[in-house]
């Protein structure tokens, strides 16, 4: 009956793991005897793709989540449109995917395919290319799991409903993040992304120029906002999202929120609500802490949706299938 029952449970336990979806597979030494420079390569690339812009830090870092939470980090959000098949690229929530990250997944490509032809994906370009731009701008440097093949779909229509949006709440992002295994502590971790880049005024004009205007949003950085932001929406530029620090990966996001300077209102409720408020004033306190949050985190978002087997392949150029 023991043995019986403990063999039921094994099962179970393996039933459960293979659910993961390959997951499990991946490792931090993947590529160590194929590719033993691939590492070295990608960070040579980001450092320089860092050095023409600091655009690259953000679009990077950015395009990764967006892969992750559409169809798995499969690298499926780089393919480009063809004619009548529009893909996960042309889908409202990427039009703002700044070039600048699919350039630095490009270059990479071509100088890990110069030394090691078709052994390496893009996705996993995709995770080391997101650790380095972390890494080279202050953040945490951190072991990358690697083992994921490159997805072999990718539709405008699969995006849809599957990323959080500025006026998402916390009950709907913590049913996003969920979804793919991330927790509300994760939620709060990775929003720490918005320490650097910049967003468009549309996502956050509301606050701004709204009647009433958002009570949250602390009035002299309203009105620092409005001196970048035309009230008739008849541009819409961009702001950097932390003005403290913009190029620095940091936890300055967390003091910021502090001081009702969240720049999206989906940052801001972060502090505001009372169920992740105690998260972000011990992270806006202590880096070691933020940092060990978000190491899990994103190593977490990295085993999202992996794809092994006949599930992918080894894309020759990132942005075509094979
Ligand atoms: C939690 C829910 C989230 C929401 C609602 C959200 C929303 C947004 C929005 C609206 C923008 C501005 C886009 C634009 O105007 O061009 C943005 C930018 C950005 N997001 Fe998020 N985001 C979320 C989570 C994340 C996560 C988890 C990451 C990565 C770990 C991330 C990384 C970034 C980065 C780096 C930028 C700047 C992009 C650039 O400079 O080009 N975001 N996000
Ligand atoms: C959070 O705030 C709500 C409403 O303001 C209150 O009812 C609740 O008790 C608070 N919870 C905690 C843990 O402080
Ligand atoms: C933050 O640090 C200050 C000063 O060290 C301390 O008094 C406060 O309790 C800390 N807050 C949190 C939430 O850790
Ligand atoms: C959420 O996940 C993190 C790892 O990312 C873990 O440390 C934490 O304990 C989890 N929180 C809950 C409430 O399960
Ligand atoms: C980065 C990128 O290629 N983004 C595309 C997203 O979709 C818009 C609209 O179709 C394209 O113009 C962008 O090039």
Redesign the pocket.
């Known amino acids: 009956m023991a043995r019986r029952s403990s063999c039921m449970a094994l099962l179970v336990l393996i039933l459960a793991l293979s659910a993961q979806l390959g997951a499990s597979d991946l490792s931090p030494g993947y590529y160590g005897s194929s590719c033993p420079n691939l590492e070295s390569i990608v960070r040579g690339v980001v450092t320089q793709k860092m050095d023409d812009t600091i655009r690259t830090i953000g679009s990077t870092i950015r395009l990764f989540f967006h892969d992750c939470f559409v169809e798995g980090c499969d690298a499926s959000v780089l393919i480009r449109s063809t004619p009548g098949n529009p893909t996960e ?2 889908a409202d929530d ?2 703002s ?1 700044a ?1 600048e990250g ?1 350039e630095t997944v490009r270059v990479a490509k071509e100088a890990v395919e110069a030394a090691c032809p078709d052994l390496v994906s893009c996705a996993d370009i995709l995770t080391i290319a997101t650790r380095d731009a972390i890494a080279l701008s202050g953040g945490p440097f951190y072991p990358v799991e690697l083992g994921r093949l490159d997805g072999l779909s990718s539709t405008a229509s699969s995006v849809a409903g599957k990323l959080p949006q500025p006026t998402s709440t916390l009950n709907q992002m913590v049913a996003m993040f969920r979804a793919h295994g991330l927790n509300m502590s994760d939620i709060v971790a990775l929003s720490a992304a918005h320490t650097v880049g910049l967003a468009h005024c549309g996502k956050f004009r509301d606050r701004v120029y709204g009647s009433p205007a958002d009570a949250t949003l602390n009035p002299k950085y309203a009105a620092f906002l409005r001196t970048k932001c035309p009230a008739d929406g008849s541009s819409d530029p961009m702001v950097l999202m932390d003005q403290a620090t913009p190029a620095l990966f940091d936890n300055q996001y967390y003091r910021n929120l502090q001081d009702g300077g969240g720049l999206l209102a989906s940052d801001q409720l972060l502090y505001n609500d009372n169920r992740t408020r105690p998260l972000v004033n011990s992270w806006a306190n202590s880096t070691a802490a933020f940092s060990r949050g978000f190491v899990a985190a994103i190593v977490k978002l990295g085993r999202v949706g992996v794809k092994s087997g006949s599930d992918g392949n080894i894309r020759k150029q990132c942005d075509v299938f094979n």
Do not use: E, P, R, T
């Open positions: 690229m042309d990427n039009k995917l070039f699919h």
